[in-house]
């Protein structure tokens, strides 16, 4: 099981998929509530997944991603998407995400999800 | 649903967040274009489409949605700002609050007229781009990798050799985004080889709506074939079946695929390094209001029993127990002094709903007006804050029907064609001061006079002599107006006294100054906190009562010769000073014992009472009357000191200002 960086600028969502991953067997070893301060986290926390959130106020979640990967190539980073941002999620795949959940969040999904990109 | 319940406090405090961010943005917007409001505006109405869906609350999950819509169409330039769309969005806007009330209350969220209204807003965006297609293409066309870079990725791919493998992946049916998941799938394939064809076309994988979910990759890797499936396998991928290949695609293929390759490295990416924040960890959490009214009731029977125990303390004498309990005493000060801080909210909470009413009146009314807040910063007890809300709502309503003129006759007196309105709030020593002040045409206080003599509430000769503010007070009458004609908003006559009323519920006060031709301002004195008061407990006619400490200007004997008799009411001078004497027979009956004179005062009246004892000075937590009870005159509450006698506090505001 990993221990788990989770981007979200909303409390709800992060706390939603807290409890997800938690249920999962993850550690949650930190949250961050902008693009800035997800950097920053992930730095620190060296944790072995981040999920992002794409749209966020100050730096957004691409931006957020191009910059942790700046510091660790590997990063494994998977985007939260909602309808409506496959262009996004591309753009984020193309810059090094490893995968990408769907809100609503599912549960089975999530975990399937972070379980194939962690073993990686 | 069930499961999701426990979130539902979370959601709503969130929502209503980003609620209120939404409407102040539409009101920047108005005044013109700003890409900081659009920007979180689409925001926020994102987050709140995600938490909607996530809790399943399918009608406001549409009305962000269709908000989502129009902003990205607005952030793309394809949509102009127009007055129409403001309107329809402050309706959408509205029902978004009507709908978190309606969750709150353990609703779905939902109400009449939503579909109307995502309709009208469907509307506006007309073509709407297909799914997918509708994301900030500005960012996109910034994020489009330089060509350079494609070429150092194909370089590396190049120094990856060995045996040629072909890999069939078929995803799964349920696949959310099948372009999506294909692109993952090449990607992984390519960090551990390099790939020479795809079929169909890379551009069909990641691109084609139309793609089914089954693709060839043909690859050079030396990673063998176990990790080749590997790679290929992952979330909704049903089946990586990897096959050495023999026959090698020619060069062309590799061409083609080159030209094709317009990825970046992520590797060889070098961003700017951001400066980060380090340690900022997350120091604010959220508490149900509730539970901060039980845990101050609970602070509250603390500070009463705290004082039970003094007195029986006092009764046995024991040295330990005394030190003891001064160290309590602390505690429970201390405890005391924090909650009241934790209860503390800043005054912006109610503030920030007044501009967009400010906008509606002004609309209503066709008058320009410039608002601005200033001091939302302050901070007020929660109880307090409660009370203000409909206060301010008709202050500002006033200024806006009977201050401010209209454009056309502000030009005509030379002002600018828009008014001006400012809510303000400071802290001065002990008291919270907010003021609605206006630029609009004054009070006329002839008016005033006129309508207060038509109504026999002054004589012509006694008006004459008035001072402004004697006047002024004629307009806190209940029922009083100077308006000509009612219209929706003022002028009914209701509305000032009801101001007053609820200011005196919250222990505050009111003035108002106002010069003719250049404007009005209302000052609403408030007490930061209303719980906890120092009081002077007596007995009169033997029965005990608090008096708060603020209200007592001076305490002295009371002797017989100090007492004058003017018409049939006694008087007593103090220094130089005749000032009613009240024995507040009609509450407590008549005392033989009254021994001891109390100067009470409210602003600037002052009134004394006789009273038989004084029995000391305690803080004490003052109790609102129950329902059952009512509203009794004379008493603002009651109070449980040490000894557990429920006694009553008196309401020195109604005493003093009693004839």
Do not use: W
């Not at chain 2, 020479?196 to 990641?206: A, D, F, H, L």
């Not at chain 2, 003599?453 to 001072?467: F, K, N, Q, Y």
């Not at chain 2, 000032?579 to 005392?591: N, P, Q, Y």
Request: hydrophobic share 40%.
């Amino acid at each position: 099981m990993g221990r788990i960086l989770i981007v979200d600028d909303t409390l709800f969502m992060r706390t939603l998929l807290k409890n997800i991953l938690f249920a999962g067997g993850h550690d949650i070893v930190g949250e961050a509530g902008d693009g800035d301060e997800a950097i920053a986290k992930y730095q620190e926390l060296k944790p072995d997944l981040v999920t992002m959130d794409i749209v966020m106020p100050k730096m957004n979640g691409i931006e957020a991603l191009k910059g942790i990967r700046a510091h660790d190539p590997n990063a494994k980073v998977i985007m939260c998407t909602a309808v409506g941002q496959e262009q996004m999620v591309k753009l984020a795949i193309k810059t090094g995400a490893k995968g990408y959940i769907v809100k609503p969040f599912q549960a089975p999904k999530v975990l399937e999800e972070i379980k194939n990109v962690i073993g990686t | 649903m069930s499961d999701l319940d426990t979130y539902r406090a979370l959601y709503v405090a969130e929502s209503r967040e980003n609620h209120e961010t939404i409407v102040k943005n539409f009101l920047i917007l108005e005044r013109g274009l700003d890409k900081a409001a659009i920007d979180e505006i689409f925001r926020s109405a994102h987050s709140l489409k995600g938490m909607s869906a996530s809790m399943g609350f399918s009608m406001m999950e549409r009305v962000c949605h269709a908000m989502e819509d129009v902003f990205q169409q607005i952030r793309n330039g394809t949509l102009k700002i127009t007055q129409a769309l403001v309107d329809h969005l402050l309706v959408a806007s509205d029902d978004i609050e009507q709908m978190l009330d309606d969750i709150e209350g353990g609703g779905e969220g939902t109400i009449e007229g939503v579909i109307e209204h995502v309709a009208t807003l469907k509307g506006h965006v007309g073509g709407t781009p297909p799914d997918g297609l509708n994301e900030p293409r500005a960012e996109v066309t910034l994020s489009t990798p330089p060509r350079e870079e494609s070429t150092s990725n194909l370089a590396l791919a190049g120094e990856m050799s060995g045996p040629v493998y072909t890999v069939k992946v078929r995803l799964s049916a349920a696949c959310d985004n099948k372009n999506i998941r294909g692109m993952i799938v090449l990607q992984n394939i390519e960090e551990i080889g390099r790939i020479i064809r795809v079929i169909p076309s890379r551009e069909t994988v990641e691109d084609d709506n139309g793609f089914e979910g089954t693709f060839e990759v043909t690859l050079a890797s030396d990673a063998g074939e176990e990790a080749i499936s590997g790679a290929a396998s992952g979330t909704d991928v049903e089946e990586a079946a990897v096959s050495s290949c023999t026959v090698y695609p020619g060069a062309p293929s590799v061409q083609a695929e080159a030209a094709h390759e317009g990825r970046a490295a992520p590797d060889t990416r070098k961003e700017r390094t951001e400066k980060t924040e380090k340690g900022r960890e997350v120091k604010n959490i959220r508490v149900d209001i509730t539970r901060l009214d039980q845990m101050m009731n609970l602070i509250e029977d603390l500070v009463i029993n705290r004082g039970r125990i003094t007195q029986i303390a006092k009764k046995y004498q024991i040295k330990e127990l005394d030190e003891t309990l001064s160290m309590v005493g602390r505690s429970v000060s201390d405890l005391q002094n924090l909650m009241m801080n934790i209860r503390m909210i800043p005054l912006s909470v109610i503030f920030n709903r007044f501009p967009r009413t400010v906008r509606d009146i002004a609309l209503r009314e066709g008058k320009e007006v410039e608002f601005n807040i200033v001091g939302g910063d302050t901070e007020l007890d929660r109880s307090v804050m409660d009370g203000l809300n409909d206060p301010l709502l008709h202050l500002i309503r006033n200024a806006i029907d009977h201050g401010i003129e209209r454009a056309d006759d502000r030009e005509r007196a030379g002002k600018p064609r828009c008014g001006n309105l400012c809510l303000s709030a400071r802290r001065d020593r002990d008291n919270v001061i907010i003021e609605i002040a206006d630029d609009g045409g004054g009070i006329r206080a002839d008016r005033v006079i006129a309508k207060a003599i038509e109504r026999g509430l002054v004589t012509p000769e006694a008006a004459a002599s008035m001072e402004k503010e004697a006047v002024y007070d004629f307009l806190f009458q209940a029922g009083f107006s100077t308006a000509d004609t009612i219209t929706d908003l003022s002028g009914r006559g209701v509305g000032l006294d009801v101001v007053r009323t609820a200011l005196q519920s919250l222990k505050g006060t009111i003035h108002v100054e106002s010069t003719l031709g250049e404007g009005t301002r209302f000052e609403l004195i408030l007490p930061p906190t209303m719980a906890i008061v120092d009081v002077m407990m007596v007995r009169i006619n033997s029965r005990r009562c608090a008096i708060p400490v603020a209200n007592i200007v001076e305490v002295a004997s009371l002797s017989d010769d100090r007492i004058h008799s003017v018409g049939s009411r006694e008087t007593i001078l103090m220094r130089d000073e005749v000032l009613l004497l009240d024995r507040l027979e009609d509450m407590f009956g008549s005392s033989v014992l009254s021994e001891i004179l109390v100067v009470l005062q409210h602003q600037e009246r002052k009134r004394s009472i006789a009273v038989d004892v004084i029995e000391g000075q305690q803080e004490v937590v003052i109790k609102p009357l129950g329902q059952i009870v009512g509203i009794c005159r004379g008493i603002s509450g009651v109070t449980i000191p040490g000894d557990g006698e429920v006694v009553p506090v008196l309401d020195v505001k109604s005493i003093v200002r009693e004839n």
